[in-house]
């Protein structure tokens, strides 16, 4: 009954309305989740709508705008930059998201383990996140810059001879790739950490009676139960990765695409056609193909884990 009752006042609806608990529970609900979606839609959902109408618009964001159809399109298949732009975006995420993994994983098997230092160690590991995103990318930036920086100058010091870190287009990328890991794998550390917790210590008591190992525990009770854990930082650090922040920050930042178009990004491409070249029609392109490879990705990463082996339920 006192559960009841208290339903009804969560939801505003009295007893006489004839409703079942449980949807009085389900319009509760509901209401609880509306200030939220009528954020996303606002914020979110309604720019995204604006941004794909753009696309078949020649907008130059002084109040001139026309109708030009698939030509905004057709300009985007034949543009090499835009192409250039893809595979460097597909790149860092190959490289990125396997490694926020595997030290997001790391760091929390760490922590987990340390007990006597378990806090303070996730206040390490964390506190990247507490500083702001342009910082970083700057001291980074200092750090890594050519012949006066400390670490241009620390690996010559070692005899391993003169790396321009943020000048060889054969390096800035990676350079960006590094800071974006070390400034991201505390957050990941956190998730992993929150999954770790949920598996029942019985499991592992059971299998040390057996007479497995640590290897053997981590690769058969560890990595199958975290299955679920594991593939949301896989979709999150995807997501991330393509149109997050932290990526158009860090190369804003760091080497505004360059050195020779190396860390030219397809969402620091985007912001070089709204802002620098108002052709906001034809950024309004580039965006929705963005979305379109993002949706397909997460669709097929939700399919792909609730199917066949990974069938996790």
């Known amino acids: 009954m006192a559960r009841t009752a208290s339903n009804r006042v969560a939801a505003g609806i009295p007893a006489a309305a004839g409703l079942t608990s449980r949807q009085r529970e389900a319009i509760a609900g509901y209401f609880f989740v509306l200030p939220d979606a009528l954020g996303l839609l606002v914020f979110i959902g309604v720019p995204m709508i604006l941004a794909l109408a753009m696309a078949f618009f020649d907008v130059d964001g002084f109040g001139g705008y026309r109708f030009v159809g698939i030509g905004n399109y057709q300009r985007l298949a034949a543009d090499p930059l835009f192409w250039k732009s893809f595979r460097v975006t597909a790149t860092y995420v190959l490289w990125l998201v396997p490694a926020l993994y595997v030290s997001g994983l790391g760091l929390a098997l760490l922590v987990k383990r340390t007990n006597a230092f378990n806090g303070l160690m996730r206040c390490l590991f964390f506190m990247p996140q507490m500083v702001s995103l342009v910082v970083v990318a700057l001291v980074w930036q200092v750090l890594a810059v050519d012949k006066i920086g400390v670490i241009p100058r620390l690996v010559s010091a070692l005899g391993l001879g003169s790396f321009s870190f943020l000048g060889d287009p054969q390096l800035a990328l990676f350079a960006v790739i590094f800071v974006s890991v070390w400034f991201l794998m505390?957050?990941?550390?956190?998730?992993?950490?929150?999954?770790?917790?949920?598996?029942?210590?019985?499991?592992?008591?059971?299998?040390?009676?057996?007479?497995?190992?640590?290897?053997?525990?981590?690769?058969?009770?560890?990595?199958?139960?975290?299955?679920?854990?594991?593939?949301?930082?896989?979709?999150v650090s995807m997501v991330a990765a393509v149109a997050g922040a932290q990526t158009f920050d860090l190369v804003y930042v760091m080497t505004r695409g360059g050195p020779a178009n190396s860390t030219m990004m397809t969402i620091y491409y985007i912001y070089q056609q709204a802002f620098q070249y108002n052709a906001f029609g034809y950024a309004g392109a580039l965006a929705s193909i963005l979305v379109l490879a993002l949706m397909g990705i997460t669709i097929v990463l939700f399919v792909f884990t609730r199917g066949g082996r990974f069938n996790y339920e």
């Open 186 to 235: 505390g957050f990941y550390m956190l998730i992993f950490l929150g999954g770790l917790q949920d598996i029942p210590s019985e499991y592992y008591e059971a299998a040390r009676i057996d007479g497995a190992g640590p290897l053997q525990s981590f690769w058969y009770i560890t990595l199958p139960l975290l299955r679920p854990t594991s593939f949301f930082v896989l979709i």
